[in-house]
């Protein structure tokens, strides 16, 4: 059903097919078809034309469903895990006591258990279309990007002289460092005494795309901790704070 969307969705980008833009049938249609998609009542924004979605947004109106208060003075670390190929009815606090999906339902069972008690802590979405359930979201997930859908090329549409600005950019014009998590296994090797053995071994380390989450996890959250010190250390020295943007994809769920 997603990749059907996923198909589907890059074309109602596309400008209204020419057939109908030579009728004459008034702005009125134009509206209608873009407010299938577009929430009028809440999102500020311009199209940039009749006959398409893309828009530049300004701004929302409405009750405000949640708040994030930031202290310029102590910037907040900030960490996008995206979670290969990871769905929405695993979640026994997503789908809730209705469970669309029958996995769950009339039972206390969750495979997720962690997610869920972060879900329940924090802000969660039940309705939300993913551009892509794989690697290919990254580039609608850091920079708002519709993917390039394509078997060969891959994000970014095999461009590699794409320059594209998104998080990365914005969060390091705000002073972050910023990090994208790969050659993991060189750093296992170092850091964690993995022996190359123990890759393609009984052990299992990692398969034809990298490693497990397990080391990949375990080296993030040494970063996460290295860098934290470094941080506390700055500040004690009356040092400005350092704050970091991580980005880390996992493999093992897909």
């Known amino acids: 059903m997603n990749m059907s969307l996923n198909q589907l969705f890059p074309k109602v980008m596309l400008p209204i097919p020419k057939a109908i833009l030579e009728q004459d049938i008034g702005p009125t249609f134009h509206n209608v078809w873009a407010e299938r998609y577009i929430h009028y009542p809440t ?82 979405f039940r309705n939300m279309w993913s551009s892509l359930p794989t690697s290919r979201s990254l580039e609608s997930l850091l920079f708002a990007q519709v993917p390039y859908d394509n078997v060969v090329a891959a994000t970014a549409g095999g461009r590699e002289d794409t320059k594209l600005s998104g998080l990365p950019q914005l969060l390091s014009s705000k002073g972050y460092e910023t990090f994208f998590t790969t050659e993991m296994k060189k750093l296992a090797e170092s850091d964690m005494n993995i022996t190359r053995d123990q890759w393609d071994g009984p052990e299992q380390r990692k398969f034809s795309w990298g490693v497990h989450d397990d080391v990949s996890f375990q080296l993030v959250g040494d970063l996460l901790v290295n860098k934290t010190k470094e941080q506390s250390t700055r500040m004690a020295r009356g040092d400005p704070k350092k704050p970091m943007f991580i980005t880390h994809y996992t493999i093992s769920s897909h």
Do not use: C, M
């Not at 930031?70 to 290969?84: A, F, T």
């Open 43 to 124: 999102e500020v924004h311009q199209r940039f034309g009749d006959n398409t979605l893309y828009r530049q947004t300004t701004g929302f109106h409405g009750d405000l469903a949640f708040n994030v208060s930031i202290d310029h003075e102590y910037p907040p670390n900030v960490i996008l895990l995206s979670i290969e190929s990871f769905r929405f009815h695993d979640s026994r606090y997503l789908v809730g006591e209705e469970d669309p999906s029958n996995l769950l339902k009339g039972t206390n069972i969750t495979v997720t258990p962690n997610f869920d008690r972060w879900a329940k802590r924090g802000v969660s």
